[in-house]
């Protein structure tokens, strides 16, 4: 599977006119394309160009309501919770944490929660939008249900990940993390390659733990038994049940105070029923906001510069790879697999725009992959 | 090592009159006896009547002082940060958790965090004060630094346990776990049974994965490089990376927000120099309590009755072990280790209470173990 590189100015002019084509106001298009590409940009690709196609069959299912209207069915001052009316969930996510913000920068802290919604992207992406402003954001969704809870052989939550953004310098604290093992995206690309998983990221049907990729994700997407491991594995020997404690804090603060969705039940009736819940919190209300940051950049600078393990290069913090990765793509160009191309001239021809127009005289190479199961 | 089963009221009259000799007054002697025992109820032994020699000899050595008066340094109606003035963990943070739960009774959420405090116990006591309200309650903890950041062999972090409570039936949601794979207790455990430790806990002084608790331990105790792993392991393929994060997340809640001390500097010039963070948020913020209740027990309930995998025997839910585990210590007695009991006799003898008085004609049997390495 080859790559191709595009500046970021291409795959941005592509996405808004796909969006706007798709039947999304421009405002819209704008807040889409925005979380979509930022998620290429941190070098996400699971979560970026390649969801076009995605979102595009859904709302041609009817999953995604392009005209849905989000409504605020309940609020306090510090509060609110949505009905996202199946509509897009960048969009919904983009407004819901907006409220968040204005609310904390009132009172200091709030939190909105949100349901009947659709896949948001990253979760990153909205907790950040807080530390942009000086401000503390968390953010996290719940899934179609692909995580086996411990014991379990049932996949009964989602990869549930949650996103904490703190701001600091010369990086935020960027936190964003799948409560799984690793995120489905990954299997994806062990089924891509043909190659045989690690022991301890997946059980099959009958809960057992299993290598193989596809038979894993053939039978997430028969809605058969198995999934995914939560973080800590398939025992409570390296802490399994506490990545299941994590899924269920993400899940409560989703769809349990909501009163939406959980995992297990999303998907059905033709409806994406995704929630998801966003908290702002001021550091004002602790002291002197400046203080706290430089309090908290001198950590993370003793982190980094802690004595690195034998073999290892160095030590990270939370956000830095995402920086970074962010000022090469700006340089190189962001990656766009083959297959995700070949969608992409597919998804052109269906919506009337010349592929060429964006990509040159640029061809695919044609593809053995047959894709991943759905 | 042997075990002897004691009675509550026991054990509870032993505490109650050692607390008081110490020199706590009564209503603070109730709270600590509370939080110990609570802990020994659930099962977590490391952090219950184990923990009373150690308080003891703190005391002693001037790190935890008696006579400290809290002091609220910062407040406004959501928010509240304490210096805890080097006095006893689990008095300031009842009263924190007590001053937080006030707060969102009024506001609809809250947080207090804490400075300059000590050992606190078991973090889910405070999150669960909250839950006895019809509330959610946050708690967390930074700790003495023993894990090591993904790539690094310095210890920079402690266990940083966070602890979840929401209420729900017939278990409240009661998730409390240290952000660490293992806790030291654990290592202890192995320690005193001389037992190799499975790959994937702990590293030593090179930053490589080693099997003896003993070793590790006693670098911990020497400050020497080395420690105990982040949930997720030595490395990013089981997710590593996500357990430190979890590490930071604490961090930043307790030792970053309260202006405190992080855990790398914690124990210095013969301080304590724990910080703590306290939340809660009252789900009628969000509509119906009653209705959230229901919603979060069914989900709870589809989980405890989703099919267990091949060899397990069932899927649990968080805080349900532990209430089953209080009832049968109710009904058994809590177990006391013989080398506690041996610490308990010679602290009877310190302080000037009868060992016969509690536990009659007892002697606990000689022990070849020389106790870990603190």
Known sequence: MGYQ?????????????????????????AIITDVLLTSDLYGIESHGMQRL??????????????????????????????????????????????????????TGMAMVTVRNSNHYGIAGYYARMAAKEGLIGISCT???????PTNGKSAMLGTNPIAVCVPAKP???????????????????????????PKGWAIDENGRVSTSAGHVLSNIAKHDFGGILP????????????GYGWAMVCEIFSSIISMGTTSNETGKDGRGLICHGFAVIDPAIFGNPEEIKEHLSAYLEKLRNSPAADGADRVYTHGEKEILTMESKDAEGIPVNDNTMIEVMDLCKDIGLEFSDYFGDYVPPESSFKGNPI
């Not at 719940?142 to 086996?148: E, K, L, P, Q, R």
């Not at 990086?171 to 998983?197: C, I, W």
């Not at 973080?231 to 399994?240: A, I, Q, V």
């Open 5 to 29: 590189y595009w500046r970021l100015d291409i795959l941005k002019k592509l996405c808004i006119d796909a969006f706007l084509k798709f039947g999304f106001s421009s405002e819209e298009t």
């Open 142 to 148: 719940n899934t179609n249900a692909i995580m086996v």
């Open 231 to 242: 973080l800590g594995g398939d025992s409570e020997m390296f802490g399994g049940h506490k």
């Open 171 to 197: 990086y935020d604290f960027f936190f964003d993390a799948s409560t799984t093992v690793v995120t489905r995206g990954k299997l994806e690309v062990y089924n891509k390659l043909d190659h045989p998983m």
């Open 53 to 106: 196609t995605r979102y595009h069959k859904n709302i041609k299912k009817g999953i995604i309501h392009i005209n849905a209207k989000p409504e605020v069915v309940f609020e306090t001052p510090v509060s609110a919770v949505i009905d996202g009316h199946d509509g897009m969930g960048q969009v919904i996510s983009y407004n819901a944490m907006k409220l968040a913000i204005e609310k904390a920068k009132k």
